[in-house]
C-alpha cells in the first residue's frame, strides 16, 4: 500500500467544482469591459414578490432599449403602423405598396415639422455608430468625439425627449471624464427638472454615479426641493432618483443635508448662518440640531413637530413610494432616537411627551412598517417600536408582517426585526404562530438553509445571538433595544430632571425564560425535519451546520431525528464507485458521508456531545444533549450485527472514519455515561468488533501508511 503524501484530507464535491465567474471583455481590445460591471442596487423591500420598477438608472440602461427611431415621434407618440392608413384588404400589393409608402412620407413631415429635428437626426446618425457593440475602443472614441461636437451647447434642447435622451446617455457612459463634465456644466441649473423627467432622469443617475467631482453640486441643487418647493421625494420619477443617490452615492455629509429638509424650514434657514463648531453639530442629524439649539424648549417642539409632519405627509401618500426609500428610513429613526432620549432622561413630562409623539407616529404608519425593514435605519425604526410598544402594538406589527415573514428572514436587515421580536415580546404562543410556525414549515426550512441569512433564522430560535452565526457587530445591535426592554435608563416618578434609573421595562418576562419558550415551541417542528430529511442535508456543508446545532439544542425525543441521521452511515465503506462503460464519469453510488469532512465533524460533535471551542481548547458539551444515547443508537444501527461497517471505516479505503469511531470509543467509557447495561453491552460489542488481531493489524497498517487518526483509534480502543 502506498503511502500517503498529503497532510490534510481534502474536501471532496458531490457536484464538481464551483464555475468560475466569467469576466465580459471588449471584442476589439480583448481588455475588460469595465462599463458591464454589475452596480450597485438599493435593498429590495420584502413587500416585493418580483423586481423592483425601472424607476432608477441601475434598472436601466440604453443597451437595452430598441431602436424605436421609425416608431416614436419626437414627443415620445407612438405611431401605429397598422392604423396609420386604412387598406382594403381586397387590393393588389400595388396599394399595400402606395400606402406604406405615403405613410412614410406622413411619418417624416411629423419628424420634420418638430423643434431641432435636424439636430436630433444628425445625433442618432452619429449615436447609432458611436453605440455599435462591434467596433474598437479606438474608433468609439473617434464617434463619441463626434456626437459631442454635434450636441455641444445644446444637451438642454434634447435631454427631456424620449429617444434623443438615449444620446446623451451614451455619451457620458462611452465618453471620457471631459465629455462628462462638459454635459454636466451643460445641465447645470436643471437637476431638479432632469430628474423629475421621465426620460432626463437616467442621465442625471449616471453623471451622479460616473462623476463623484461634480456629486455634490448635483446634490446640493436638491436642497429646498426634497420636501418643498418640487417635492421631489413624493414625485413618481424624482423619487427614484434622490433614493439611489442617498442610499448608493451621497456620503455621510451629503446625507446629512438631504436630511435636513425633514427638520422643517426654520432649521434649513438657520443653518445657513452656523459656525464651524455648529455645521459638526449639525452633521450628527437631527441630535445635533437640538444640541445646537440647546435648552430653548420652544424651538425644539417646533422642530419635532415640523419632522412629525413631514413623516406624516409621506406615511399618508404611500401610492408615492417613497415610505421604502432609505432617506425617509434615516428621518424616522433620528425622530424615534430623539424621543428614545427625552424619554429615558429628561424627566417625567418629557417622558409623556416622547410617548405621545411616539405613539402619534405608530399609529400613522403602523400599517407601512414592512415596507421599511429592508433598511439598516428602516429596521431599526420597527425594532424601536417592538421595543418600546405594548403588547397591543406588537401584536399589530406581528400581523402586518406575518405574510412577508420568509422574505425578512433572507434579508440580512428585515431578519433583525424578527430576532428583536423573539427577544422581548413576552406573549411566545403569538410568536409560534405568527412567526416561528412559519419558519419551520419544511418548505421554508428548505429555502432558508440554503443562504446564511436563513440559517441565522433558523438558530436564532434555538440559540440566540451566538457567536458561530452571528457577527459582533450584529450582537451589537441586537442590544440596542434591551435596555428599554429592560428598563433600564428609564426615569422613574419623584426622581427629578434628568434621573436614570432601572425602572419597568416594556417586557415582563426574562430573557432566559422567554427563549426557553421560544426553543421549546420550535424544536418539534425541526426535530421532525430533521427525521425526513437529516441525512440528506448532512452532506452538504453548510446545512450540516445547522443539522448540528438542531441536535445539540432542540428539545424534546430526539431518537427519531438521531436514528434518521445513523440510518445514512449503514451504506458500504467505502462508496463502490461503478460506472457506466458509456459514461465512466456517472458515478452510480454517491460517496459515503464520512467521507465528505463536513459530515464527519458532525458526527463527531455529536459523538463528544457539542462543538469544540478553540480559544478555550475544550468541548462546549451542550445541556440538552445525550452523548452516550446517541453512542449507544451508533453501535446498534450503524454497527448492525457484525460491526463490518464500523471495522470497515478503520481500515479501509482513506480510513475517514477512523476519528469518527475514536470518538465512539471515548463516549461509550466517559466518567459521567449512564452504567446501564444497554451502554455496558455497546461497550463489549464495539470491543469485540474493533480488538480483534486482524482488526488490529489494519489498523497498525494504516499508521503506517500514514492515514490520520489511527493512534487516536488505537487509543480509543484501548479505553474499552
Not at 386604412?86 to 409608402?101: P, W
Not at 457577527?471 to 433600564?488: C, E, S, W
Not at 461497550?683 to 497498517?701: F, H, Y
Request: with cysteine.
Amino acid at each position: 500500500m502506498a503511502a500517503t503524501t498529503t497532510k490534510k484530507r481534502a474536501a471532496k464535491s458531490q457536484s464538481g467544482p464551483a464555475p468560475k465567474k466569467v469576466k465580459k471583455t471588449d471584442t476589439a481590445t480583448g481588455k475588460l469591459d469595465t462599463n458591464t460591471t454589475k452596480k450597485a442596487k438599493r435593498s429590495i423591500p420584502v413587500t416585493l414578490t418580483t423586481s423592483p420598477p425601472n424607476d432608477s438608472e441601475n434598472t436601466d440602461d440604453e443597451d437595452d432599449w430598441e431602436d424605436a427611431e421609425d416608431d416614436v415621434d419626437f414627443d415620445g407618440q407612438a405611431v401605429d403602423d397598422d392604423n396609420a392608413m386604412q387598406v382594403d384588404s381586397g387590393e393588389g400589393k400595388t396599394s399595400a405598396r402606395e400606402s406604406h409608402i405615403a405613410q412614410k412620407v406622413l411619418q417624416q413631415s411629423r419628424k420634420a415639422a418638430k423643434p431641432h429635428s435636424d439636430l436630433i437626426s444628425e445625433a442618432k446618425r452619429v449615436w447609432a455608430l458611436a453605440r455599435s457593440q462591434s467596433i474598437s475602443a479606438s474608433e468609439r472614441k473617434k464617434h463619441i468625439t463626434d456626437l459631442m461636437n454635434v450636441v455641444r451647447g445644446k444637451v438642454k434642447l434634447i435631454v427631456f425627449k424620449h429617444d434623443a435622451s438615449r444620446i446623451i446617455q451614451t455619451l457620458v457612459k462611452y465618453g471620457g471624464k471631459a465629455e462628462r463634465e462638459e454635459v454636466c456644466e451643460e445641465l447645470k441649473g436643471s437637476y431638479a427638472d432632469s430628474a423629475k423627467n421621465r426620460y432626463a432622469k437616467f442621465l442625471l443617475l449616471k453623471l451622479i454615479r460616473l462623476l463623484p467631482s461634480h456629486r455634490t453640486d448635483i446634490l446640493s441643487s436638491f436642497h429646498g426641493h426634497v420636501l418643498s418647493r418640487s417635492r421631489l421625494l413624493l414625485h413618481r420619477e424624482a423619487s427614484g432618483v434622490l433614493a439611489d443617490a442617498f442610499e448608493l452615492y451621497a456620503n455621510g455629509a451629503q446625507r446629512a443635508e438631504l436630511v435636513k429638509e425633514f427638520y422643517g424650514k426654520e432649521v434649513a434657514l438657520f443653518s445657513q448662518k452656523q459656525d464651524q463648531d455648529d455645521k459638526g453639530k449639525s452633521s450628527k442629524g437631527l441630535i445635533g440640531v437640538l444640541e445646537t439649539i440647546g435648552s430653548d424648549k420652544e424651538k425644539k417642539a417646533r422642530v419635532l413637530a415640523a419632522v412629525k409632519e413631514n413623516l406624516i405627509s409621506i406615511f399618508n401618500n404611500p401610492d408615492k413610494g417613497a415610505v421604502r426609500h432609505a432617506i425617509v428610513h434615516c428621518a424616522t429613526w433620528e425622530y424615534l432616537d430623539v424621543l428614545g432620549r427625552m424619554q429615558d432622561s429628561e424627566g417625567e413630562d418629557a417622558a409623556k411627551e416622547a410617548e405621545k409623539l411616539r405613539r402619534d407616529l405608530f399609529e400613522n404608519c403602523a400599517e407601512l412598517l414592512p415596507e421599511m425593514v429592508h433598511t439598516k435605519d428602516g429596521s431599526r425604526v420597527v425594532r424601536e417600536f417592538l421595543a418600546r410598544g405594548s403588547a397591543k402594538d406588537r401584536k399589530t406589527i406581528l400581523k402586518t408582517l406575518k405574510p412577508h415573514i420568509e422574505r425578512m428572514c433572507l434579508d440580512d436587515e428585515a431578519q433583525m426585526v424578527l430576532f428583536t421580536a423573539f427577544d422581548v415580546i413576552d406573549d411566545t404562543k403569538l410568536l409560534q404562530k405568527s412567526v416561528a410556525s412559519i419558519i419551520t414549515t419544511p418548505n421554508t426550512l428548505n429555502t432558508l438553509v440554503k443562504s446564511p441569512q436563513g440559517r441565522r433564522a433558523i438558530i436564532y430560535l434555538l440559540i440566540p445571538r451566538s457567536r458561530r452565526y452571528f457577527t459582533i457587530a450584529q450582537i451589537r445591535a441586537l442590544r440596542d433595544t434591551d435596555n428599554a426592554r429592560d428598563g433600564v435608563g428609564s426615569t422613574k416618578q419623584g426622581n427629578g430632571e434628568g434621573a436614570m434609573t432601572t425602572g419597568d421595562g416594556t417586557s415582563k418576562k426574562s430573557p432566559e425564560v422567554r427563549q426557553e419558550e421560544v426553543r421549546r415551541g420550535a424544536s418539534e417542528a425541526l426535530l421532525s425535519w430533521v427525521e425526513e430529511q437529516g441525512a440528506e442535508l448532512a452532506r452538504e456543508a453548510a446545512e450540516s451546520l445547522i443539522i448540528a446545532d438542531i441536535m445539540l439544542h432542540a428539545e424534546g425525543d430526539k431518537s427519531s431525528a438521531s436514528q434518521a441521521l445513523l440510518r445514512g452511515l449503514t451504506t458500504q465503506y467505502p462508496a463502490s464507485s461503478t460506472s457506466s462503460a458509456s459514461s465512466p464519469s456517472s458515478l452510480s453510488t454517491p460517496v459515503h458521508p464520512l467521507d465528505l469532512p463536513h459530515t464527519s465533524r458532525l458526527y463527531k460533535n455529536l459523538l463528544q456531545g457539542g462543538h469544540f471551542n478553540h480559544s478555550l481548547r475544550t468541548v462546549e458539551i451542550s445541556p440538552r444533549w445525550d452523548s452516550t444515547t446517541f453512542a449507544v443508537e451508533f453501535v446498534k444501527i450503524v454497527g448492525g450485527d457484525d460491526g463490518a461497517v464500523i471495522k470497515d471505516m478503520c481500515t479501509k479505503g482513506e480510513r475517514n472514519g477512523s476519528f469518527v469511531v475514536a470518538q465512539l470509543c471515548e463516549a461509550l467509557v466517559r466518567e459521567d455515561a449512564s452504567s446501564t447495561q444497554e451502554v455496558k453491552d455497546s461497550r463489549e460489542k464495539l470491543k469485540r468488533w474493533l480488538s480483534t488481531s486482524e482488526t488490529l493489524k489494519a489498523i497498525e497498517e494504516g499508521e503506517k501508511d500514514g492515514a490520520k487518526g489511527t493512534k487516536v483509534l488505537l487509543d480509543g480502543i484501548g479505553k474499552l
